[in-house]
C-alpha cells in the first residue's frame, strides 16, 4: 500500500504564515506577540515581521498594540467561495436539463475584477464545437454575454471607469470597442433582461445569457449557452431564462411580482 504523504509549503515563509493563521484561527479573542510566539515557535522578531505584512493585506487585525486576530479580508474571500459554492450546487442540476435541450454548452461565470471566470460547463462532443475556455478560465466583460449583465447592473460612471482601465480591446472584428456602442448595448440588456455575444470573443461563437441572483436581489453569476455561429437558436431564450430564475430562486431571491 503507497503511503500518503502530508504535503507542507516548500516555501519557509509560507509555511510560518499558515501557522500564525492557524493560531489565530484557534483563538476568538485577540492573541498577544508573546503568546503566538509561544505557540507557533517562531522567535517574536519573524512572527511581528510576517503578521505585520499580514496586515497590511487586511488577512490580520491589530486591536491593539502587540495583539493579532484575523483579519476582515479573510472574511470576505470567504464569502466569495462560499456564494461559488452554492451557486454552483444549485446551479449544476438545472444546468444538465437546459444541456439536454439544447445539446450544447451550458456555462455557469461569475465576475471578478474586469472580467468573468468559468466556474461550471456542461456539454458533450453532441455540441460540435470545441470548448476553448475550460472551468477557470477568464474573459473580458464587454466580449461576453454574461460579463455585459454584469456591466449592465453597473451606474455609467463605473461602465466608463472599466472602459477606461481595460481600453475595450477587441478579440475580433466584431468586438465592441466603442464605449457609445457598448452603453447603447447595455441599455439594450437591461430592458430585455439577457444578453448576447455575437462572435465578439471568438469567431464562429454565439452565446446568450441570462442573470442569476441571490436572496438580496444582487447579480452573483450569470448562466449562458454557447454554440456555433449557426447554430444557437433564439427559442432557447425561454427556457434559458426560466433555469436562471429557477437557480435564482434555490437562492432565496424572490422576483417581483406584478
Not at 62 to 78: D, I, K, Q, V
Request: with cysteine; glycine share 8%.
Amino acid at each position: 500500500m503507497k503511503r500518503t504523504e502530508v504535503q507542507t509549503p516548500t516555501i519557509q515563509v509560507m509555511e510560518r504564515m499558515f501557522s500564525l493563521l492557524d493560531v489565530l484561527a484557534a483563538h476568538s479573542d485577540p492573541v498577544s506577540l508573546k503568546h503566538i510566539s509561544e505557540l507557533t515557535g517562531l522567535h517574536p522578531s519573524t512572527a511581528h515581521r510576517i503578521l505585520n505584512d499580514l496586515a497590511i493585506g487586511r488577512y490580520v487585525e491589530r486591536p491593539e498594540a502587540g495583539s493579532y486576530r484575523l483579519g476582515m479580508r479573510l472574511l470576505e474571500l470567504g464569502n466569495l467561495v462560499k456564494v461559488r459554492l452554492d451557486v454552483r450546487d444549485a446551479a449544476l442540476g438545472p444546468m444538465r436539463e437546459l444541456h439536454k435541450l439544447t445539446h450544447q454548452p451550458v456555462n455557469l461565470s461569475m465576475r471578478q475584477g474586469d472580467e468573468i471566470v468559468y466556474i461550471e460547463r456542461t456539454y458533450s462532443e453532441r455540441s460540435g464545437m470545441q470548448v476553448v475556455r475550460a472551468v477557470g478560465g477568464r474573459a473580458p466583460l464587454h466580449l461576453t454575454s454574461v460579463g455585459k449583465l454584469f456591466l449592465a447592473h453597473d451606474d455609467a460612471q463605473r461602465v466608463r471607469a472599466y472602459a477606461t482601465r481595460t481600453g475595450l480591446a477587441g478579440h475580433t472584428r466584431n468586438s465592441i470597442t466603442e464605449l457609445p456602442v457598448l452603453e447603447r448595448e447595455l441599455s439594450k440588456v437591461l430592458q430585455c433582461g439577457a444578453a448576447h455575444d455575437n462572435e465578439e470573443l471568438e469567431l464562429g461563437v454565439r452565446c446568450m445569457a441570462a442573470g442569476i441572483f441571490d436572496d438580496q436581489g444582487k447579480l452573483v453569476a450569470g448562466l449562458s449557452i454557447s454554440a456555433p455561429a449557426d447554430r444557437l437558436e433564439e427559442s432557447w431564450m425561454e427556457r434559458l431564462q426560466a433555469t436562471a430564475t429557477q437557480i435564482s430562486s434555490a437562492l432565496g431571491h424572490q422576483a417581483c411580482r406584478a
